[in-house]
């Protein structure tokens, strides 16, 4: 038995449905919206939500003169980033009073993955700008419990946006592989992070469907660093929630990343990590929901300029 029907096996156990032989359809029915939250908080995921942070310094070759290079760095530039996160997921979760671990390697999830869809887009000037991030994926499992057919399916959805401006440069000996000069920059960032999750299961002729999701507002810091003509090194941090969605959340990445020509168009290739932790808690309902678990995995992603 996988973790997954294990923990359907639990929730049979401790879930507080009713067995009784005159009734067989109440325990179905029972066992549905048992089985249904806590299967939801154990099995949702996200493969990620990557930031901004990859794109900061993609900017297209710039001119000589110095006049012609500050108008070229004020021009506006569209930046299409994306992205894969293999993130794991660690952590706490729980429903009406009842709490489980959740320890869900990337591996089990990727083995149940029907669709996935990653990207971000960013528009910058150089000085500053602002970037909208979007995740979607969906995963499906089937498990045969106390001889009836379980199905599961999750769907999850990140969108987030922000603003970002660059509060400090530091010019560096040399230019990149673009013609702009090497820098160490540092730009605060602020804006706000959507996330769904949402559960479908099926039972014989039996379904049910449950969802949650939150808000949280943000504020963190983006950091970039010019290796050399070809190499760069891109990082974030931010924290966010504060009550508002989440009681807390806090997020982290670095990347490592090459500059090259595609068809003659600026990309960069990045691979990194990232770690994302949110506490959501809903007190307010009967259902009493929490989620308190981080993500957290490598990254593969490449960033194009148009």
Do not use: C
């Amino acid at each position: 038995m996988n973790g997954f029907a294990n923990f359907i096996f639990q929730i049979w156990l401790y879930g507080g449905v009713a067995m009784t032989k005159n009734n067989p359809y109440f325990n179905k029915v029972s066992f549905i919206r048992n089985a249904f939250n806590f299967a939801f908080l154990a099995s949702v995921f996200a493969l990620g939500s990557a930031s901004a942070s990859h794109a900061a310094d993609l900017i297209a070759p710039a001119p000589a003169p110095a006049q012609t290079q500050i108008q070229d760095q004020q021009q506006w530039r569209v930046i299409f980033s994306p992205y894969v996160w293999g993130a794991s997921l660690t952590g706490t979760a729980g429903l009406v009073g009842l709490t489980t671990d959740v320890d869900v390697p990337f591996k089990e999830i990727l083995s149940n993955l029907d669709m996935s869809v990653m990207g971000n887009i960013e528009i910058t000037n150089g000085t500053y700008g602002f970037y909208i991030d979007g995740q979607y994926t969906k995963t499906s499992q089937d498990e045969d419990v106390f001889n009836e057919r379980l199905g599961l399916d999750i769907t999850s959805t990140t969108l987030s946006g922000g603003v970002f401006y660059r509060l400090y440069e530091q010019q560096l000996e040399g230019t990149t592989l673009y013609g702009r000069q090497r820098v160490f920059a540092i730009e605060p960032t602020a804006g706000v992070r959507w996330t769904e999750l949402k559960a479908k299961v099926n039972i014989g002729p039996y379904s049910a469907q449950r969802k949650a999701d939150w808000t949280d507002p943000f504020i963190g810091a983006r950091f970039l660093y010019d290796v050399s003509e070809r190499w760069n090194i891109a990082a974030e941090a931010d924290i966010g929630g504060f009550g508002a969605g989440t009681k807390l959340s806090a997020n982290g990445q670095i990347y490592l990343g090459y500059r090259t020509l595609v068809f003659d168009r600026p990309t960069i290739w990045r691979v990194g990590y990232r770690a994302l932790y949110q506490d959501y808690r809903d007190d307010d309902t009967r259902e009493k929901f929490r989620y308190d678990v981080t993500q957290h995995g490598p990254v593969l992603g490449v960033s194009v300029q148009f």
